[in-house]
Every structure is written in structure tokens, then in C-alpha cells.
């Protein structure tokens, strides 16, 4: 009989068949699938992997860089390398068997792979080139022309195996013999250049041919050539490295290196790009077959060997930014003569493909905008300083066709002019390329309230068009930053709509690389505006982040990379404590409804809250997490440190803010009441009232709206909901009326705006596409909703609570995950008094399920009274909900 089990979708590092990583030991993880999708109860109980440095070795059975031995275990996820050091550019073959709950070995896994990158700054052997000044014949702008570099280089020899390694900085394209190579737009990911540069790696093989060779390499100016008038970062002029490793059947090697016999010129089509300001194309200047071998380079210059940059070479780990979906316009109207306005129906980040024809030098513009304004023209007030302009001077072929290459606008709407014909461009002239992180997106919700699927999936585009390698704070305007505080638990959120590990691992390590001598942590980071107030809310995403990616992922590596860095900002900011109470704080509950629809900030008192009310509060609750992670690294004595420390805070802050004739805090504002409750600082015998007083607010004071800005938001869905108030989170949550996400829905919004009145606010500060007010709504879909949340003492969902909470008067909810562990799903439904519960466990985990009924006895299994069925096993009760343990497997539990 085959084992019940067999591994699937092999990843190292959170990738299938990743190259060019840089771990000295590499996480594998697989998925367990079920030979029979029916079966339940299905476990891994042992794994062995094998890893070979050739395929042939491989298929032999030989592990000759690894052999685990067979391991008795359940794991299915993070399970590290501890084989022979590797080195640079080694590439690894490797196979992994399972053992299923009978203890039955099943077949090995198809053979996957993966390849180091360059391990060593010695290893590269190739030159920084470009040319670090500007362009005498082009007027000094923010925006330079792209750099082309080229060279050519012989292959004598059949190939046996090409592995290219570049960097372009700001941002780059790489062509080989005609081709681009690859698919990833935007790339390297942003960083800190001072501190880290990121490298890509791609097999070129199959692209290299006998005989000569060329490479071409674009440079735009991305983050790296970035002057601003106002705060952000420079780093230089675009330069690159690039190294081609070659190694032939006979066994020889060859290396082409960036050097100072590349040429470069200044002189092609991109001439002038920018981030912001968008690209400047004219075709006219393209250099036909530049990118070949034997194009006439002679009127190009010579490279220069130029600065390398100050940070340190390191892998690109996470997944490259692509052009994921592609969408066509809604509509074309005429404006005004010459002036055409083209709809997306939906507010979206990347780019416009422009399908044109007309004479040589006939000049298209293309102008972003997320909304227009009454009179049906772009309103664009609120990019502030981003022209969002992208144009393109034709070169008179029949039919031509041009995307911008180095720019990205956020926009829903598009004016289009310098149309070069008579007739009237249809909504065929333009596809709208969304762009962003190409992760896996895992988003999957729907209920009977269309309110909330649309708030949903508003949610949902909101996230996606605020990946830029870096989490954004918005796409459209001249702003794009990384700012910590709008992530702290949005991250949560985020893990239900994308597969973020790899994501925020490299964020992670971003915010670590802004990390100052003195332990202080920036509010954007990487730093390219830098700010280092030594607040404690924006800088907390620090510790939250590692706590998400153990609990939904199961890492334990950011933990403890991060540990010490997270401990030296503990204790730099505990020199701010004053008698215990924390007074660092610069945003406040950022963006709380305001009460005049013209505002930005409220001037209310009775909307603000104390910001050290918020500060203290959140560094309670920072060391308590602090407290956990020490706990979970062994290192009692910091707990202990800690606690002890949060206990005084805890003393200070009810010395402080408590109002003990009315048990609630400071001036009762909604979020002055969500913290100490979500935080656990209210004294048990004070709870019901401080939730009183919440929903007293709630009710009487916002009228059943939101009344936080992003500080409370990141808590409120889960505070009431947890609190018995689910049915006050569904009503906030779907109101339609101002403010709230039902409220942008109703004005027809199609992502989540910066300011809850993003509609009537005036513009200086007003995006329409921020994630910082999604809080933990999405947390609240999935884990409350839904029900399906991860158990922190079994991470990565390993082990799954299944908790839902029917609110309101939805009568279903149908939503999945998928996780490490593969893809768990719920589907509820209320008729009548009835509840009916569907779920479906993976291979290789187990769940607890509360379901609403007083006993075992009323609750049926696939029609069976549970007590019967198959990998169901009663609990006990808790309160209204009896719960069971599941195994994995289909299951439809229903009680009366
Ligand atoms: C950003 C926010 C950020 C805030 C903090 C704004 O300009 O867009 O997302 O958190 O500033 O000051």
C-alpha cells in the first residue's frame, strides 16, 4: 500500500528553486499532500532529505552535501541545512521523503534546487562601473536620461551551465543577445545603499550562444539618483556590477566581469525617468540591436570605474517585482478637444502600455491622477510634487507599442494627449499593468454582506499597490516611504491577502539596517526621509514583524537575528522613562476622524488621545512581547528584566490615566480605552467597565463608527470582537455613512484612503490609497469571521484554532488560507437555528474548533452524531461553545 502522504511544492528560504541565496543554512519546507483527497487523519510522523551537489547524485540516492538520516518528526516547514558549507554560486539538488501516520515511507519528491549566490566580496572580481557625474549635454534635472552599458564577450565551448549576478542601482534591466533577462520589473529592492545593496541572480544558459555574445544593461535612477527638493536621500549617480560566471561541458570556467571596457551611453530612448515624475521616452533614439552582438558601439563612451557603494553585496531573497495582472480601461471620454480621459475602474499601481501609431516625432502624454475632479479633469492636488507624467515621442512605425520601464503611479484615471490621429483613441489604446511584489497572493473571503466583500477587496488592492520591495505608505504622490508605523499590525492583516515571509523578513532586516548606534530605530526606514524621533509607536512594526512571521510562518530565524537589535532599542528608549511612564510620542492616533470634513487633524481634545497615555501603553505591551521572545530564545534573565520592567510601567500607567470612580482612562476616547484592554493593563475588576465606556463611545459619542485614527485601529476589530462585541465590529465595519471603510466603498472607492474624510479633506496629506487605516480589519475577517486563526504555541499553522464569530446579520462566511502548511479553509452558515460548519484541515495538522453549542450531543458530523466520526474528538465546553479537536481532513460540523 503507498503511503498516505507525499511531499509537494519543495521551497528553500519561502522559494521554489531559488538562486543566488546567500544563507549559510538554508530553511526547507514542503507541503504534505493527501493521496486521497477524502482521508483523514493524515500525519507526517518522520522526513528524510537528501541534497546533492549534481542531479546525476541525486537520482543515484547520494547526498553527498546532506543526508538527514530519517527524523522521526512532524515538521514540514523551516527546517534548516546542516550539511557541507556551501560556497559561491554552488548549486544544490535536492529530494525529500516522508513517512505517514502509519509509519508507511512513500516515494521520493520530484528533485528541486537551489543555488548560492556570491558569498564573498572577494568572490565578485568585478568593477563598480558608470559614471559618477552628469550629463554635460543635458540640463541638470532631477530626472537623468538612463545609462545604456554594453560589451561583448566569445563563447568558444558548449555551456554547461551560466549563472549571471548583477546589480544595477538605482534600478535595472538586463538584456543578453536581444532578450531581456528575466521578468522582474523595479529591480534590486530598495535599501539603504550605505548599507546594503541587493544582487540578482538568473540562469542564463539556454540564452548564451556560440561565437559572440552581448550584454546590455539599463540603468534608471530609481531611489538611488533621487535628488528631491524636499528631505529624501541621494546616493549617487546609477552605476553597476555585474558578474557571468560560465562553465563549460569540458569542466573549464570563464568569467565576464563589469569593467572598464564597457561602453556607456547617455544618448538612448529613456531620457529622463524617475520614480515620481514618471519616463520620458523618445523612440526615435532607440539604438537598434544594442543589445546584440556587432552593434557599432564606436560613438559610445567608455565606462568609468566609479565609487562602489558604501553598503554591503547581498542576495535579493524575497520575490522581484513583475507586472502581475494586466487591466483594460472602462471607459475613453472626450474632455476638450485633444484631451482624453480613460478610466481603469479600478484605482491601481504600475503603469500604462500605450498601442499607438502616427508620425515620426508626434509626442503622447500620459498624465496619472486616482480622481478627477468635478468638471471631469485630473485631480491631481494631492501628488503634491509628483508630475506622474509619462511620455512618448513616436518614431513612426505602423503600430508601436511602449511601456515606461523605471517610473510607477498610483491612479485610477489617465488623460491622455498628443493623440497623432484623426481618429478617436478607443479604450484599446491603454492596459493598465499592475505591478508589485510577486508574491503568492492567498486572498480568499466572501460573505452574504457585499459591503463587506467590497471593503474586502478594497483591502486587497489597497495592500498590493503598496509593495514596492519595501512596505509603502502610498504609491501616487512624491512620499513612497517605508514608514514603520503604518504596518505594525496592518502586517497581520497583510499575511492573509499575500505569502509576506520573505517580504518582511527583508523589511526586517531593512528597519535592523536603520538601526543607529544608540539603538535608535527610524520611523521610515529604509531611510531615504530620515526621521529618528525615538517614538515608540512607529518603531514598534520592529518587534511586531518578528512576532507575525513566527506566528503565521513559523520563523524563529528573524527572531533571533533580530533579538539583540530589538533588545538595544528596548533600552535606549527606557532612557526616556519618566517615573515609569513613557513620554516619547510625535503622531498620536494619527488621522482620528476629525470633526470639520476640511481637516487632516483633529483640534478636538475629546478625539485626541494622550499621546503618552499611547506611548506608555504600547512600551507596556512591547515588553511583554520582548518577555515572550526571550522566553522562546532561553534567555530567562531578560524575561525576568522585562517583566519586572512592564509590571512598573504598569503601575505608572494606572497611577496615571485610571479614573477609578469610572474605571476607564484619561479622557475615554476609544483607543485610550482599546489599548489597555487589547494590552491587558486594565485590572481585571475594571474591564467591564473600560468596555463598557468603548461601547458606550461607540454607540453614543461616533454613533456606531470608527472613532480611532491608526494607533487604535490596529486593535479595534479584535478588542470588541473578543470582548462579545462582535456584533459593534460588523457595524463599524460595514456602516456606510462617514466614517468608516463602508463609507469610502459608498463614494466609490475601490482601495482605503489615508484619511477616513479622504473624500472632502483638502490635499497636502491625502492619498487614496494607504493601508495605515486597515488596522486589523483583514485580522478580523480571517481570524474572527472566518475563524481561522494560527496557534501561537504551534506556529505557521501548524496547529489552527478555528473560532468563528457569526456577526451581524450575515447568514455566511466562506474564506481560506494558505499556509506553510497548505490551505485550510471555513465556510459558515447560518439558516434558521442552525449553524453548519465546513472545514478542511490539511495533511500534517490538527485543529481546535469552538462551535456554538451547549454540548457534544448537539452538534452532528456529517450527519453523525460527532462521538462517531472519524477524527473528531470532543473537548470540552467553554461558555456558549463546545469544542473538538480535529484532525486533518474534510469536516461538516452542525448543531441546533
Ligand atoms: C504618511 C503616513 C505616516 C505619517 C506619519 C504620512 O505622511 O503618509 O503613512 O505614517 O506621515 O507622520
Not at 484541515?841 to 453523525?864: C, F, H, L, Q
Request: net charge neutral; glycine share 8%; hydrophobic share 40%.
Amino acid at each position: 500500500m503507498a503511503a498516505a502522504i507525499h511531499p509537494r511544492q519543495l521551497r528553500v528560504e519561502y522559494r521554489e528553486n531559488p538562486l543566488g541565496i546567500d544563507v549559510a543554512a538554508p530553511r526547507f519546507s514542503w507541503l504534505a499532500a493527501a493521496a486521497n483527497p477524502k482521508a483523514r487523519g493524515l500525519r507526517q510522523t518522520a522526513y528524510r532529505i537528501l541534497v546533492a551537489s549534481s542531479e546525476r547524485s541525486l537520482r543515484a540516492g547520494s547526498g553527498d552535501l546532506w543526508d538527514s538520516g530519517k527524523v522521526a518528526s512532524a515538521d514540514s516547514a523551516q527546517i534548516v541545512y546542516a550539511g557541507k558549507p556551501l560556497v559561491s554560486g554552488e548549486a544544490a539538488f535536492w529530494k525529500v521523503q516522508v513517512w505517514d501516520q502509519r509509519g508507511k515511507p512513500g516515494e521520493w519528491s520530484t528533485p528541486a534546487e537551489w543555488s548560492m549566490g556570491i558569498l564573498r566580496p572577494e568572490d565578485w572580481q568585478a568593477a563598480w562601473i558608470g559614471r559618477d557625474e552628469p550629463d554635460a549635454s543635458q540640463p541638470p534635472d532631477r530626472r537623468l536620461p538612463a545609462r545604456y552599458l554594453r560589451t561583448e564577450f566569445p563563447v568558444g565551448k558548449a555551456v554547461r551551465r551560466a549563472v549571471v549576478y548583477y546589480s544595477g542601482l538605482g534600478t535595472s534591466e538586463l538584456y543578453l543577445n536581444g532578450t531581456k533577462v528575466g521578468d522582474h520589473v523595479l529591480s534590486p529592492g530598495l535599501t539603504d545603499y550605505d548599507r546594503r545593496v541587493l544582487y540578482v541572480t538568473f540562469d542564463v544558459t539556454r540564452q548564451l550562444v556560440r561565437g559572440k555574445n552581448a550584454i546590455g544593461l539599463i540603468l534608471g535612477n530609481g531611489r538611488f539618483y533621487a535628488p528631491r527638493a524636499e528631505r529624501t536621500r541621494s546616493f549617487g549617480f546609477p552605476k553597476a556590477i555585474l558578474r557571468l560566471d560560465v562553465e563549460y561541458q569540458d569542466g573549464s570556467r570563464a568569467a565576464v566581469v563589469s569593467g572598464p571596457e564597457w561602453k556607456l551611453s547617455t544618448h538612448g530612448p529613456i531620457v529622463a525617468n524617475n520614480e515620481y515624475d514618471g519616463e520620458e521616452y523618445d523612440a526615435s533614439h532607440e539604438f537598434a540591436g544594442w543589445d546584440r552582438a556587432g552593434f557599432d558601439d564606436s560613438a559610445w563612451e567608455a565606462a568609468h570605474i566609479v565609487a562602489a557603494p558604501a553598503g554591503v553585496l547581498a542576495a535579493q531573497m524575497a520575490n522581484p517585482l513583475r507586472v502581475v495582472e494586466t487591466l483594460h480601461p472602462v471607459s475613453v471620454k472626450l474632455l476638450q478637444p485633444g484631451v482624453w480621459i480613460f478610466d481603469m475602474g479600478q484605482n491601481m499601481v504600475g503603469w500604462c502600455r500605450l498601442h499607438v501609431a502616427g508620425p515620426k516625432g508626434a509626442r503622447v502624454v500620459l498624465r496619472h491622477a486616482e480622481t478627477l475632479s468635478p468638471d471631469g479633469s485630473l485631480y491631481v492636488a494631492n501628488l503634491r510634487t509628483a508630475r506622474a507624467t509619462d511620455v512618448y515621442t513616436l518614431k513612426g512605425d505602423r503600430a508601436e507599442v511602449w511601456e515606461p520601464r523605471f517610473t510607477y503611479h498610483g491612479f485610477r484615471y489617465l488623460e491622455l494627449t498628443g493623440w497623432p490621429n484623426d481618429s478617436a483613441p478607443t479604450t484599446a489604446a491603454l492596459e493598465g499593468r499592475v505591478v508589485h511584489d510577486d508574491m503568492q497572493a492567498v486572498a480568499d473571503f466572501s460573505s452574504s454582506s457585499n459591503m463587506l466583500n467590497q471593503i474586502h477587496r478594497n483591502v486587497f488592492w489597497g495592500i498590493r499597490g503598496n509593495y514596492r520591495s519595501i512596505p509603502t505608505d502610498c504609491p501616487q504622490r512624491d512620499e513612497r516611504q517605508g514608514w514603520l508605523g503604518d504596518r505594525s499590525q496592518v502586517s497581520r492583516s497583510e499575511s492573509y491577502m499575500f505569502d509576506i515571509a520573505a517580504f518582511y523578513s527583508k523589511w526586517e532586516q531593512d528597519l535592523a539596517d536603520s538601526q543607529r548606534a544608540d539603538g535608535s530605530i527610524p520611523d521610515v526606514a529604509p531611510t531615504y526621509w530620515s526621521l529618528y524621533n525615538d517614538d515608540i509607536t512607529w518603531p514598534s512594526t520592529f518587534l511586531f514583524v518578528p512576532g507575525m512571521l513566527y506566528d503565521q510562518y513559523g520563523d524563529r530565524r528573524v527572531l533571533e537575528l533580530f533579538y539583540p537589535a530589538m533588545k538595544q532599542w528596548i533600552e535606549h528608549e527606557r532612557g526616556y522613562l519618566q517615573d515609569g511612564l513613557m513620554p516619547k510620542d510625535q503622531y498620536a492616533d494619527w488621522c482620528v476622524p476629525p470633526e470639520d470634513p476640511k481637516l487632516i487633524h483633529s483640534k478636538d481634545p475629546a478625539r485626541v488621545t494622550n499621546p503618552t497615555l499611547i506611548a506608555t501603553a504600547y512600551y507596556y505591551h512591547l515588553l511583554r512581547l520582548a518577555a515572550r521572545y526571550a522566553r522562546m530564545l532561553d534567555r530567562p534573565a531578560d524575561a525576568a528584566g522585562y517583566d519586572a520592567l512592564a509590571e512598573e510601567g504598569n503601575a505608572a500607567f494606572q497611577k496615571r490615566f485610571l479614573k477609578p470612580a469610572t474605571g476607564v482612562y484619561d479622557n475615554a476616547t476609544q483607543t485610550s480605552s482599546i489599548l489597555p484592554l487589547f494590552f491587558n493593563l486594565a485590572p481585571p475588576g475594571n474591564r467591564a467597565a473600560l468596555l463598557a465606556s468603548l461601547v458606550n463611545n461607540i454607540d453614543h459619542v461616533t454613533h456606531g463608527h470608527v472613532g480611532t485614527g491608526l494607533v487604535g485601529a490596529q486593535f479595534l476589530m479584535r478588542t470588541l470582537t473578543e470582548n462579545g462585541r462582535s456584533d459593534l465590529a460588523y457595524e463599524i465595519a460595514t456602516q456606510p455613512t462617514y466614517p468608516g471603510w463602508g463609507y469610502m466603498v459608498s463614494k466609490g472607492a475601490t482601495t482605503v484612503w489615508e484619511l477616513w474624510n479622504g473624500d472632502t479633506a483638502e490635499p497636502s496629506m491625502n492619498s487614496g490609497n494607504h493601508v495605515m487605516q486597515i488596522g486589523d480589519l483583514a485580522v478580523w475577517m480571517y481570524e474572527y469571521l472566518a475563524g481561522i486563526r494560527p496557534d501561537p504555541a504551534n506556529p505557521g499553522f501548524r496547529h489552527v484554532l478555528i473560532h468563528p464569530y457569526p456577526a451581524g446579520d450575515l447568514t455566511f462566511v466562506r474564506a481560506s488560507h494558505q499556509s506553510m502548511y497548505g490551505k485550510i479553509a471555513t465556510s459558515w452558515k447560518r439558516d434558521g437555528g442552525a449553524f453548519t460548519l465546513s472545514v478542511a484541515i490539511p495533511p500534517n495538522t490538527s485543529a481546535t474548533v469552538w462551535m456554538p453549542a451547549k454540548d457534544a450531543a448537539s452538534v452532528t458530523e456529517s450527519g453523525r452524531p460527532t462521538a462517531r466520526a472519524r477524527g473528531v474528538k470532543f473537548l470540552r465546553t467553554e461558555g456558549d461553545s463546545t469544542l473538538f479537536e480535529l484532525e486533518s481532513g474534510d469536516f461538516v460540523l452542525r448543531s441546533k
